[in-house]
């Protein structure tokens, strides 16, 4: 079965304090893995597309990796307004699972100034 | 436009009402999708269209019963709702099925059932 796991739950860091979420993951051929943020009462805001092991993809303070079994996303220097729910998701490569994102519970992130 | 638009914000309706969701995007995106979101849980999938036929139904209850009346709009229609059924009702786009460019999601409905 397709399974997408996230940790922390939650992780607290203080402003400056540099750290990194995990997505790990099983699923029938891997077509493409998502990292997404999302604000309270919005939807998720995309911010990278990974597809293949050893990819990595960045974005002002955040860095994506990939490998086989699992993803980091990576924050360096985190500031206040990086304050968000990090969601990993991943699509299938089964042809019936087009279309199916797999979303992990999250990791909710708070920085403190 | 890089968005997709989702109205209304927020809707509060009765067991016995009908209301309908509205969904569009001009980013000539061929593949859209219903996800609902509960309080502090990921987006589960809903429906998804493609080139504006259903494509996945993810076994939802008949209340709910979407519409892609062409490329740029998806509707999801709800009538004799459940309180259960309060959520969050998210609609994404992406260029085709496979989402190579990622998904776009819209800031989504507040459903509240009374």
């Known amino acids: 079965e397709d399974q997408v796991t996230q940790s922390p739950e939650a992780l607290r860091l203080q402003e400056g304090e540099s750290s990194s979420l995990n997505c790990s993951y099983t699923v029938s051929g891997l077509r493409g893995l998502f990292w997404y943020r999302q604000d309270p009462g919005k939807g998720p805001e995309f911010l990278f597309t990974l597809y293949s092991a050893g990819e990595e993809k960045e974005k002002e303070r955040l860095k994506a990796t990939l490998t086989k079994k699992e993803s980091f996303l990576h924050i360096t220097a985190p500031k206040p307004e990086d304050s968000a729910t990090y969601l990993c998701a991943v699509q299938a490569g089964r042809g019936g699972s087009q279309g199916n994102l797999i979303f992990g519970k999250g990791t909710k992130l708070s920085v403190k100034p | 436009d890089t968005e997709v638009t989702q109205t209304p914000k927020h809707l509060v309706m009765g067991m016995t009402n009908k209301k309908s969701l509205k969904c569009e995007q001009h980013m000539g995106h061929r593949a859209m999708y219903w996800y609902k979101q509960k309080a502090k849980k990921p987006p589960e999938l809903m429906f998804v269209?493609?080139?504006?036929?259903?494509?996945i139904n993810e076994s939802v209850p008949s209340r709910f019963s979407p519409e892609c009346p062409n490329s740029s709009l998806l509707n999801l229609h709800l009538h004799a709702l459940q309180p259960e059924d309060s959520a969050l009702y998210l609609c994404?786009?992406?260029?085709?099925?496979?989402?190579?460019?990622?998904?776009?999601f819209g800031s989504g409905t507040r459903l509240t059932v009374v």
């Open positions: 994404a786009s992406s260029q085709t099925l496979q989402g190579f460019n990622g998904y776009t």
């Open positions: 269209y493609s080139y504006e036929k259903l494509s």
